[in-house]
T-cell receptor, first 111, second 117 residues
Framework: DAKTTQPPSMDCAEGRAANLPCNHS???????VYWYRQIHSQGPQYIIH???NNETNEMASLIITEDRKSSTLILPHATLRDTAVYYC????????????FGGGTRLMVKP | DAGVTQSPTHLIKTRGQQVTLRCSPK?????VSWYQQALGQGPQFIFQ???????QRGNFPDRFSGHQFPNYSSELNVNALLLGDSALYLC????????????????FGEGSWLTVV
């Protein structure tokens, strides 16, 4: 069963920030939140992950709420190349290293 | 630093045939997982190999089998191919089998597109 809920699709104007939400209300204390994206016909690309603190890298920022029941992936200046399906994944405690992908959010960046 | 590499990139097989897909993990990684991604769906976990043994398995039939070699590379074998096996097959590698539990990263290859006709 999917442990995360994401909107199926979102649009964003080129150059603007893209804010992708994810709900994970059943997350437990030792579970990480991972974000991957998949550009058409390519393998999933790692973006960022976090446990409880906000994280930032060269690709994006991850904001996790204090109760850890939701998070937001922020692409600060979206480009056309950021058009992709974005997956928010919470590790399944019983599944070791397995990543369980839900439906993701299809982000369309428009000129 | 080479990432995860997979071969072949595309192939077409006939129902009932067998196929072997290959994966070389990212440099320094010793754990390999395989995923199947049908068109329009998210990737589904098939199995994971570590120290040349299958450590975890998803909900896939025994027609799907694998192997890991001493150099950590891996093969995915599918026997008695069905039309429904047509998909993108993804290989993912990590430093340890419990990478996710430790907040480590899992990297994916570009995949092998299998079409069964």
């Amino acid at each position: 069963d999917a442990k995360t809920t994401q909107p199926p699709s979102m649009d964003c104007a080129e150059g603007r920030a893209a804010n992708l939400p994810c709900n994970h209300s059943t997350i437990s204390g030792n579970e990480y939140v991972y974000w991957y994206r998949q550009i058409h016909s390519q393998g999933p690309q790692y973006i960022i992950h976090g446990l409880k603190n906000n994280e930032t890298n060269e690709m994006a920022s991850l904001i996790i709420t204090e109760d850890r029941k939701s998070s937001t992936l922020i692409l600060p200046h979206a480009t056309l190349r950021d058009t992709a399906v974005y997956y928010c994944i919470v590790r399944d405690n019983n599944a070791g290293n397995m990543l369980t992908f839900g439906g993701g959010t299809r982000l369309m960046v428009k000129p | 630093d080479a990432g995860v590499t997979q071969s072949p990139t595309h192939l077409i097989k006939t129902r009932g045939q067998q196929v072997t897909l290959r994966c070389s993990p990212k440099s320094g990684h010793d754990t390999v997982s395989w995923y199947q991604q049908a068109l329009g769906q998210g990737p589904q976990f098939i199995f994971q190999y570590y120290e040349e043994e299958e450590r975890q398995r998803g909900n896939f039939p025994d027609r799907f089998s694998g192997h890991q070699f001493p150099n950590y590379s891996s093969e995915l074998n599918v026997n008695a191919l069905l039309l429904g096996d047509s998909a993108l097959y993804l290989c993912a590698s990590s430093l340890v089998p419990w990478a996710v539990a430790r907040g480590n990263t899992i990297y994916f290859g570009e995949g092998s597109w299998l079409t069964v006709v």
